[in-house]
């Protein structure tokens, strides 16, 4: 503790004189400008809440937003001895609980008769949970009409809807809906492979593709000059292109490695690459929208869903598209993700809580202003069938919980209420323990549905208040992972040879390492997209932060030119576009879009394996650049003097530079140092929404909704005191939404102390 102290201090002297951009976190507390001043220049739409809803919208949204669900819902997995009677006692278990869906059920028995899952889908309507995940997202919509002619003597508004969807008529009138659900279930289209959890790609394609990848680049690039461009022939490989079905080929599969990986002919060309993994991605996203076309034809009222996992891994390598993916639910329902405390996040290794946040974060944000959840998430302790051996009590899952909603996810589903009795994962990941007797994290996990069943009306209303955008860059994955592969093969397991250390996880890392340095300063933020920028959301963020962001597409470089040039703060770290998606080098010629954002040149490429370079006294290990300033300042330098931290202005706004791996070295949890540089140096003047004490083990995080802020406080360490304030609202009111207890504000503040290992959440009323 007295180290970590010593080390902030050192880092804010430090600081302090280096100008309007690097105040400490300390004296952001008491002066600079309120975002909320900064995002007075959006108008009376300050953080484009409009267009975040309109992102996603359909009728299918629209819906789901009107009836906000919440559902918290579990697998059941059929046991040897569990017919009829004793599924219906676990459903009437679930129910006592405060559980209110089922997520999945396993009925997987020989013995079970004729039409039994049709019964037992039956018997969870009887105890009064949703057979399926989507719980209330099932509904019919609620209309005035509908009112009328049930006889609910009640108008359709916000003040009524609680009332209204809990009135004895409207429920069995929903009920009555679902049951005929159930009795045509058997007739429902099948659903066809791949809508859950896509497996992983390679860029080379098997031969039934290849016609499909022709068709794709002829539409593509429209002519074959355009596509020899593209792919820079003659430049990296001295050969002519006849047909698009030549080229085509040159991505055909000639071998299968021992761990199933696909190969073909290496090429120097990077584009080639790009385009066979943005195909691939484009096919399945093809799947998704039309699956869910055909679904939502056959029910408009039931959702369907769609999701990903290893959510840490680079994405466009395995040829997957999270954002794209979860643009096809927003006509047919929801996008979600695993997350597994045991399988998906091998990046981190072992590390539980942050992780667990930034993973639900991303889900939030592949689908801004769509219905995201965590539908399959873990239930109980594992200690033989996954990556790490891992104990989950009532204080971890109350963690969890938390960490869903504070990350703006609607929903939760739990793998699983009863463990397997057979065969693989046996006994593991339940809520229940092995006897079958629901535990103390089985009924915690109940006790916060019931809350969220409460929350959920204002959940949905709630919003984040974003300060910093993290770009999250489908086009900067793929050239990171067309570098992973090299140019000779390299037929060794993905994520072990030295290339795979070296480039195909250097976004994840760095991505991870500024949402670690936000978080342990309590600066809220979101992942910002190609796409994002694209639709005119960059300039919902006061501040957005470039990780490792190696190439960028022309079209997301101009739009944050434009919001930079409107007045925004763009920070990066190093390397910073040394090349374009096409794999060519970005040469930041003076005039260029570069050299204009940033005030400088990249002259070369450089790294402190073999030539050291100090900062603040403190070695790095990083790639930096040797640098031809045109027009930045420098801010701070090298030990040696060289240029280490420069800053410009461009239009109305601001770009920042860190001539070094900045991100990337908060990698791994406890670099306090780079922590604090990190942001302290990204916000610069500007003051955060809301503040807190700084704290050794807890983080706090927020959403806010028109009447009330809700703040959910998680504990990794000892037990904890902490207060929070806003310079910027005046507070009333303060309960816990767990145990309904009021909690102190004096000169509001709000003071509380948070348990070892375990979280808070409190909800504060704005005056």
């Known amino acids: 503790m007295k180290e970590k102290s010593i080390i902030t201090a050192i880092i804010f002297i430090l600081l302090f004189s280096c100008g309007e951009s690097e105040r400490s976190p300390e004296s952001n507390q008491r002066q600079g400008v309120s975002i909320y001043e900064l995002q007075e220049r959006n108008g009376d739409d300050p953080f484009l809440t409009k267009l975040f809803w309109e992102l996603n919208n359909s009728p299918m949204q629209e819906r789901l937003r009107s009836l906000k669900p919440f559902p918290v819902g579990v697998v059941y997995y059929q046991q040897r001895e569990h017919q009829m009677e004793e599924i219906s006692k676990e459903f009437a278990t679930m129910k006592e609980l405060g559980y209110t869906a089922l997520k999945q059920m396993v009925l997987g028995s020989p013995n079970n008769p004729e039409n039994f899952e049709e019964d037992v889908f039956m018997a969870a309507l009887d105890a009064g949970i949703s057979p399926w995940y989507y719980g209330l ?41 679902l049951r005929q659900r159930v009795l045509r279930m058997a007739n429902k289209p099948p659903k066809p492979r791949g809508m859950g959890e896509p497996g992983r790609n390679s860029p080379y394609l098997p031969d039934r593709l290849l016609p499909e990848f022709a068709r794709w680049l002829q539409n593509e690039y429209k002519t074959l000059d355009a596509l020899k461009e593209a792919w820079n022939i003659g430049f990296t490989r001295p050969y002519e292109l006849n047909s698009y079905q030549e080229a085509a080929s040159l991505m055909r599969t000639t071998h299968t490695d021992e761990f199933g990986n696909r190969w073909g002919d290496m090429s120097w060309d990077f584009r080639r690459m790009r385009d ?15 699956t869910m076309e055909m679904f939502y034809n056959w029910d408009p009222n039931e959702p369907e869903r769609t999701g990903g996992h290893q959510l840490f891994e680079n994405q466009a390598i395995n040829s997957w598209d999270l954002e794209a993916q979860a643009q096809s639910a927003s006509l047919g329902g929801s996008f979600y993700s695993s997350i597994h405390l045991t399988h998906h996040f091998f990046l981190v290794d072992g590390e539980l809580i942050k992780p667990v946040y930034l993973q639900s974060r991303i889900v939030a944000d592949m689908f801004k202003g769509g219905w995201s959840a965590t539908w399959e998430s873990t239930g109980g302790p594992t200690q033989w069938s996954g990556h790490h051996n891992l104990t989950v009590d009532e204080n971890t899952m109350k963690q969890l919980f938390l960490m869903y909603v504070a990350a703006g996810l609607k929903g939760i589903g739990i793998w699983t209420w009863n463990s397997r009795g057979e065969g693989w994962e046996a006994g593991e990941y339940a809520l229940t323990d092995i006897q079958g007797e629901p535990t103390p994290r089985a009924v915690m996990g109940g006790k916060l549905s019931q809350i969220l069943q409460e929350q959920r009306f204002e959940l949905w209303e709630s919003m984040d208040e974003p300060v910093v955008g993290i770009l999250y860059s489908w086009e900067n994955e793929a050239m990171l992972g067309r570098l992973s592969m090299g140019v000779y093969q390299l037929p060794t397991p993905v994520f072990e040879t030295n290339r795979d250390r070296m480039f195909r ?71 910073l576009l040394m090349l374009d998606n096409f794999g060519r080098l970005n040469k930041q010629m003076p005039g260029s879009d570069f050299e204009q954002l940033f005030g400088f040149s990249t002259a070369d490429y450089n790294h402190t394996f073999n030539h050291p370079m100090s900062f603040a006294g403190k070695h790095l290990d990083t790639q930096f650049g040797e640098l031809k300033i045109t027009g930045a300042q420098i801010a701070k330098t090298w030990d040696d003097g060289s240029p280490a931290i420069l800053t410009h202005s461009y239009g109305k706004g601001s770009t920042v530079v860190f001539n070094f791996e900045a991100s990337r070295d908060a990698f791994k949890p406890g670099n306090v140092f780079m922590e604090d540089l990190l942001a302290t140096i990204t916000l610069g003047d500007i003051r955060p929404p809301f503040h807190a004490t700084k704290t050794e083990n807890t983080m706090v995080l927020r959403r806010s909704a028109p009447k009330a802020d809700h703040y959910f406080f998680i504990n990794e360490g000892d037990t904890e005191s902490v207060s929070i304030w806003s310079d910027d609202h005046d507070y009333s009111n303060a309960m816990d939404v767990i145990s309904n207890q009021q909690v102190s504000i004096k000169n509001n503040r709000i003071y509380i102390e948070v348990p070892a290992q375990s979280g808070r959440w409190i909800r504060v009323e704005k005056q």
């Open 505 to 575: 996880q250097f976004h994840s890392e760095a991505r991870i390492g500024m949402s670690r340095a936000l978080l342990n300063h309590n600066i809220p933020f979101e992942y910002v997209t190609d796409r994002d920028i694209h639709a005119g959301l960059a300039h919902r963020y006061p501040v957005i932060y470039l990780p490792f962001v190696l190439a960028l597409d022309h079209a997301t470089l101009q739009g944050l030119k434009e919001y930079v040039a409107a007045g925004g703060r763009l920070v990066a770290d190093f390397p």
């Open 276 to 290: 066979a993994m943005r195909f691939q991605a484009d096919l399945i996203i093809d799947n998704y929208t039309q």
């Open 137 to 177: 997202g099932g509904w019919a919509p609620i209309t005035q009409s509908l009112l009328d002619s049930l006889g609910i003597s009640l108008e359709l508004n916000g003040n009524n809807i609680a009332e209204i969807q809990n009135h004895p008529r409207m429920l069995d009138y929903q009920d009555n809906i």
